[in-house]
């Protein structure tokens, strides 16, 4: 396989796991590039890029940029909150506006689930979701599969737990698919209020007690409690959250193993995650974030060499 | 079906015992000079070619592998793209006299990728290209080889072979009709 089968990258659910290995296999290109003294390939040079940005942002707005500018393709930046978004501009209209200046990828990012589909359907240029909603983040899951890929050699046969707030967040869920197209076991820890309902029917364990849940697993990917999406309490403190869903040091030595922990970022140190566990050696936080402008290049450079687009 | 057998195995052998009797030539004790073979072919002539100058004289000349593809000048006007391989450079060519291989040079454009692919690892002093084969008169552009196994004459539609012990193997180069290639 030498292409994506596809001109757009709106979900992890529509991609193969053949494709997911083309992308690991040509991020592993990258990442080479990326260990340079010139960090930069000429690729996409006669390629301009939108990144659209309708929710906040810094790593992955950061990310796809310089993935974007060492493929060495043109760049221009939107975020909503300075923009004539403010004004009552629908999505539409701002897009194709965007687009009437001649631009050939957009990287969106929007509150709405599904706001990138919506996109691919009415507008010519190739789409790449930077996180619609609580609905998937695509580019996370993939640089998440790829470091457990990267420390534990491949992702199959291996048993990842998402502790946290499952129900806001579309890392889980782009997380699950991913993990299970790529042949791990999944589960999810948290309190019952953040699980969503019926979260089993996608084929994942669901575990209350954080320890038993650590003591299972090879990886914990510990997500970020998402305190802007929580319109009601969810759980009586975030003290409390930290004492029973917090991961610490103490808690990871009495396991029988070492496990390997992931974080989307950013992280709110001394809540999910303390900054001991945070900084040690377990924790691939810092990967994560090398991973992720390389997986960017990729997913950009086959999307530009697409068929259909 | 047409096809002409330009090299084989034995005839490989000798045109490669040739071409590194020319680089010790120009190189001295290659103290100063390394060699990049260029994927997806060019890096088993490349090991090759670094074996005999050991036997001959001595030198363990430095190989690397460079990968052109995210340099190439027809991504995304190529139906099919390329699939990316791996490049391994593991030493910087500054100021070094770098001898690029390659199994066939034709239009040129690879070879101007790979110049553009290997300024990212320093600026050596001096480039060379060592090619197996050379079809004449096909250029794009002003690029010419400094070692030839075998000048060939060949028409655009027509198609050149070559299997490797390393990858295919056999060793043989062919010259074939594109219909049957």
Known sequence: MNQLNKSHLLGIKELSEEEIQLIFETTDNFKDVLNR???KVPSLRDVTIANIFFENSTRTRLSFELAEKRLSADVINFSSSSSSVKKGETLLDTVNNILAMKVDMVVMRHSSPGASHFLAKHIKANIINAGDGTHEHPTQALL??????????????????????????????????????????????????????????????????????????????????????????????????ALYYGVNMELLNSLDKEITILHPG??????????????????????QVENGVAIRMAVLYLLASSPAA | MQKRLLLDSQLLQITIQRLCQQLIENHDNFSSSVILGLQPRGIFLAS?????????????????YLDTTFHRDDFRRRDLPKKA?????????????VILVDDVLFTGRSVRAALDAMISFGRPNKVELLVLIDRLY?????????????????????????????????????????EEA
């Open chain 2, 138 to 178: 096909s250029r794009q552009l002003p690029i010419s080889a400094n070692y030839v196994g075998r000048e060939v004459n060949t028409l655009a539609s027509q198609h050149i072979n070559v299997s490797l012990k390393e990858q295919d193997g056999d060793d043989s180069i062919w010259l074939m009709n594109t």
């Open chain 1, 37 to 39: 003294p010139i960090k």
């Open chain 1, 144 to 241: 998440d599969t790829y470091s457990i890929r990267e420390r534990l050699g491949s992702v199959a046969g291996k048993k990842v737990v998402i502790v946290g707030d499952i129900l806001h967040s579309r890392v889980a869920l782009s997380n699950i698919f991913a993990l299970q197209k790529l042949g791990a076991e999944v589960m999810v820890c948290g309190p019952a209020t953040l699980l969503p309902k019926h979260i089993e029917k996608l084929g994942v364990k669901v575990e209350l007690d954080l320890r038993k849940a650590l003591n299972w697993c090879d990886v914990a990917n510990i997500l970020r409690i998402q305190l802007e999406r929580q319109k009601m309490s969810y759980f009586p403190s975030l003290r409390e959250y």
């Open chain 2, 85 to 97: 391989s791996e490049t391994r450079v593991p030493f910087l060519i500054e100021n070094k006299e």
């Open chain 1, 266 to 287: 950013p992280i709110n140190r001394g809540i999910e995650i303390t900054s001991q566990v945070a900084d040690s050696k377990y924790a691939m936080i810092l990967d």
């Open chain 2, 48 to 64: 090759r070619i670094q074996k005999v100058i050991a036997e001959l004289e001595g030198h363990q000349v430095q190989v690397g």
